[in-house]
T-cell receptor, first 115, second 117 residues
Framework: AQSVTQPDIHITVSEGASLELRCNYS??????LFWYVQSPGQGLQLLLK??????LVQGIKGFEAEFKRSQSSFNLRKPSVHWSDAAEYFC?????????????FGTGTRLTIIP | DAGVIQSPRHEVTEMGQEVTLRCKLI?????LFWYRQTMMRGLELLIY????????DSGMPEDRFSAKMPNASFSTLKIQPSEPRDSAVYFC???????????????FGEGSRLTVL
């Protein structure tokens, strides 16, 4: 069974500082990996995804993530956060096989930005 | 293009009442997912469909919950009778199936916030 662990429930970062959100997954084969962002009262919006190829993937809003198979990790990074980045961030893993297209989500990391 | 459309956005009801949540898929998508989000349990997959056929309903809590896809673009999630512990935000998401320009991405609606008193 696939699973995702986001060890940090809540992170506070100063505006302009760098950010790294951790994500570890468990899956028997090569996974499809995703980061989504959720603003209060909104649905989930895709930030970026990894299927194959280059292990460093770029997403929207200046975010990037690196797939490290040896560590079963897919950490999200941003060099300089903006106040508008305050939200909840979810890592997800999928198998993308027929009959198993579902995504399994982590418990999320809430990001607070201080001036 | 319109995204996934859910209704109602907010629903307040009393215990024992029937609740029906609705979802319209993105045009051309053929997989449909219902998730439930709570503080305690996070995002849980309830059920998903491919081409109107339920594939995995192992996340449906109990017989009080049922989901249908009467056609390729529309789905309902029904709770009868509702209980206070059903209070949550229910999300619908759609995607393409593998093999059809598949990206693995799920496109989410804005959710239906259910409060059962």
């Amino acid at each position: 069974a696939q699973s995702v662990t986001q060890p940090d429930i809540h992170i506070t970062v100063s505006e302009g500082a760098s950010l790294e959100l951790r994500c570890n997954y468990s899956y028997g084969a090569t996974p499809y990996l995703f980061w989504y962002v959720q603003s209060p009262g909104q649905g989930l919006q895709l930030l970026l995804k990894y299927f194959s190829g280059d292990t460093l993937v770029q997403g929207i809003k200046g975010f990037e993530a690196e797939f490290k198979r040896s560590q079963s990790s897919f950490n999200l990074r941003k060099p300089s956060v903006h106040w508008s980045d305050a939200a909840e961030y979810f890592c997800a893993v999928g198998a993308a096989n027929f009959g198993n297209e579902k995504l399994t989500f982590g418990t999320g990391t809430r990001l607070t930005i201080i001036p | 293009d319109a995204g996934v459309i859910q209704s109602p956005r907010h629903e307040v009801t009393e215990m024992g009442q029937e609740v029906t949540l609705r979802c319209k898929l993105i045009s051309g998508h053929n997989s449909l997912f219902w998730y439930r989000q709570t503080m305690m349990r996070g995002l849980e997959l309830l059920i998903y469909f491919n081409n109107n056929v339920p594939i995995d309903d192992s996340g449906m809590p109990e017989d009080r919950f049922s989901a249908k896809m009467p056609n390729a673009s529309f789905s309902t999630l029904k709770i009868q009778p509702s209980e206070p512990r059903d209070s949550a935000v229910y999300f619908c998401a759609s995607s393409l199936r593998p093999g059809q320009a598949y990206t693995g991405e799920l496109f989410f609606g804005e959710g239906s916030r259910l409060t059962v008193l």
